[in-house]
């Protein structure tokens, strides 16, 4: 499966690329990372329906994480289920808001986010094998 990764901040690209790891959990696929610095990138690479999930990082700059969660939601056919890093737990309103189909708070827990992805990456399969 893809998962694309955004974050404008290497080191957090990194961080969730390292959590996420090959395989998240045994009963998913094997993994191949594709990671965006911007905005167009994410969107091109969602348009392309070639990515399974995606991990957005809400604090990036200029674009965060939430509101290309938000317009992927209303605008990419068939967008894959995206989960949404915030900076503080008071924020899991405004990622109900972009439409998240998962929050994850930061500082990044690996165990956590490697559940998170690897639910996300079991529904996208329900879904693919539902249609």
Not at 99 to 127: C, H, N, T
């Amino acid at each position: 499966m893809r998962v694309l990764v955004y974050s404008d901040d290497a080191g957090t690209r990194e961080k969730v690329r390292l959590a996420i790891g090959r395989r998240p959990a045994a009963d998913v696929p094997l993994v191949e990372i594709v990671e965006c610095a911007t905005q167009p990138a994410v969107i091109k690479h969602l348009d392309s329906g070639d990515i399974d999930v995606a991990v957005l990082d809400g604090e990036a700059q200029p674009a965060g994480g939430m509101g290309i969660c938000r317009q992927a939601k209303d605008e990419v056919h068939n967008c894959p289920p995206i989960l949404v890093l915030i900076a503080r737990r008071d924020d899991r309103w405004l990622a109900n808001w972009s439409r998240a189909d998962g929050v994850v708070a930061q500082p990044i827990d690996p165990v956590v986010l490697a559940e998170a992805v690897a639910d996300l990456m079991r529904r996208r399969l329900s879904l693919t094998r539902a249609q």
